[in-house]
């Protein structure tokens, strides 16, 4: 399947019982998907998607990756909630996170860049638990920008 618009959007979606080894893709590199809800990848899937945006207003949207890997970037741009249900690789693309909340619930996440912590268009709280994250180039936070819990 080719996004081959400007901007594609859906509110959940999960791709599932595909046979051989599905392809999602971009026609070019300005191609956007907009998510509304919940994402689920197929195993074994190939991801390509220029640019995905998670937009919800809810909280308790689930991303499962099923060990897919993110070929374009990413960003949580909506006032919603996100919770990653496996881990989270794009090891040559950017996370962007400018707001709402981002629960990577322990999972691990590979990235070539996070951020920008400290140029969001609203209030973020980032739950990152117990994860490991890999960002292969930059991830520009100040001390400003973090608040601890006790």
């Given at each position: 399947m080719t996004v081959n618009t400007t901007t594609a959007e859906c509110n959940n979606i999960t791709w599932n019982g595909v046979a051989g080894t599905p392809?999602?893709?971009?026609?070019?590199?300005?191609?956007?998907l907009n998510i509304?809800?919940?994402?689920?990848?197929?195993?074994?899937?190939?991801?390509?998607?220029?640019?995905t945006n998670y937009r919800s207003t809810?909280?308790?949207?689930?991303?499962?990756?099923?060990?897919?890997?993110?070929q374009g970037n990413t960003t949580f741009s909506g006032?919603?909630?996100w919770i990653l249900n496996d881990k989270f690789s794009s090891p040559a693309n950017d996370l962007?996170?400018?707001n709402g909340n981002l629960n990577t619930n322990n999972q691990p996440l590979t990235l070539?860049?996070?951020g920008p912590l400290d140029k969001g268009t609203g209030a973020r709280t980032?739950?990152?638990?117990?994860?490991i994250i890999t960002v292969n180039?930059?991830?520009?936070?100040?001390?400003m920008a973090v608040r601890q819990s006790l």
């Open positions: 392809l999602f893709n971009s026609a070019n590199a300005s191609n956007t509304f809800g919940s994402s689920v990848w197929q195993t074994g899937m190939l991801y390509q998607v220029a640019v809810n909280i308790g949207n689930i991303l499962t990756s099923n060990d897919v890997k993110i006032i919603g909630g962007n996170f400018t070539k860049n996070f980032l739950t990152l638990g117990n994860s180039r930059n991830w520009p936070i100040s001390v």
